[in-house]
Each structure stands twice: as structure tokens, then as C-alpha cells.
């Protein structure tokens, strides 16, 4: 088959007829590139602090509001993700408890963590008022704690 040159209006020229497709060549693979990136990229947004906490078989009630602390093993306190003092701890769990007195906590330490650190921190949340105090643990497989 022969192509054949059109002589458009202004003296330009086009061979064959006009292409009516979408290449989609390109657009493939900028999607393909782009869940890459997504998929590098969401475990990182599912962050926090990373600690390793103890095994139980026991299980805690889930309560209305949950205010999570964490405590790493070189000692830092952690209110939800932020780092935080034992003084700006106990204030916020005041201004918590004044708002909502069911309010419960959660303390989530590190295996490694100074018992000592876990107790001030703990005490911390008794002198707040809070009453409602429960430590976050990894569930264990039954028959394994004798």
C-alpha cells in the first residue's frame, strides 16, 4: 500500500491519514513507576517508635479514648510519637483527665527498658489522676508460658 502525500491549506504537506490511537506506552509507565514509589514508600508512613514489648496471654479491655506512652530502652518517653519530659507528661495527663475522666492510658516499654524509668512513668500517670492504666504486651501462642 502506497502513501500518499495531502497538500493541506498554507502549502504544508502530511502523509497518510491521521492517527485516531493514544500510545499508552508512556502513561504505563508512569504508573508502573509511580506504585513503586508508593510501594517504597508506605511502610514508612506507618512509623512510630520502635520498641519490642513483652509476651502476655492476658489481654486489656479497649477503652473510649486511648492515650499510648512509650518507653524506649536508652530511656527516652515518648507521648504518642512525640518525645516528651516526665513534667510535660503528667500536665498533659491532667488537661486529658479534666476533659474526660475515663480517659485510660497505655504504657508500651521496650523489653529492655529500665524498670525504673516504667515505674516513674507509671507513678507519673497515678499522680495525674488517671486511673485507668494498661501495659501493651505481644500476644503469645497458648502452651508456650508454663
Not at 82 to 111: G, H, I, M, W, Y
Amino acid at each position: 500500500m502506497a502513501m500518499q502525500a495531502f497538500e493541506l491549506e498554507g502549502g504544508e504537506r502530511r502523509l497518510g491519514p491521521a492517527m485516531s490511537e493514544i500510545n499508552v506506552t508512556p502513561f504505563v509507565d508512569v504508573v508502573l513507576v509511580l506504585l513503586i514509589i508508593f510501594l517504597l514508600t508506605a511502610p514508612m508512613l506507618l512509623g512510630g517508635i520502635d520498641v519490642r514489648v513483652p509476651k502476655a496471654e492476658t489481654r486489656t479491655a479497649q477503652p473510649e479514648e486511648r492515650i499510648t506512652i512509650t518507653i524506649t530502652q536508652s530511656k527516652g518517653v515518648y507521648l504518642e510519637n512525640s518525645p516528651t519530659t516526665l513534667q510535660r507528661l503528667e500536665a498533659f495527663l491532667r488537661t486529658v483527665r479534666q476533659k474526660n475522666p475515663r480517659a485510660a492510658v497505655f504504657v508500651k516499654a521496650d523489653e529492655g527498658a529500665p524498670w525504673g524509668t516504667a515505674v516513674a512513668v507509671m507513678d507519673r500517670v497515678k499522680r495525674a489522676g488517671i486511673e485507668r492504666v494498661g501495659i501493651v504486651t505481644d500476644p503469645v501462642p497458648p502452651g508456650t508460658i508454663k
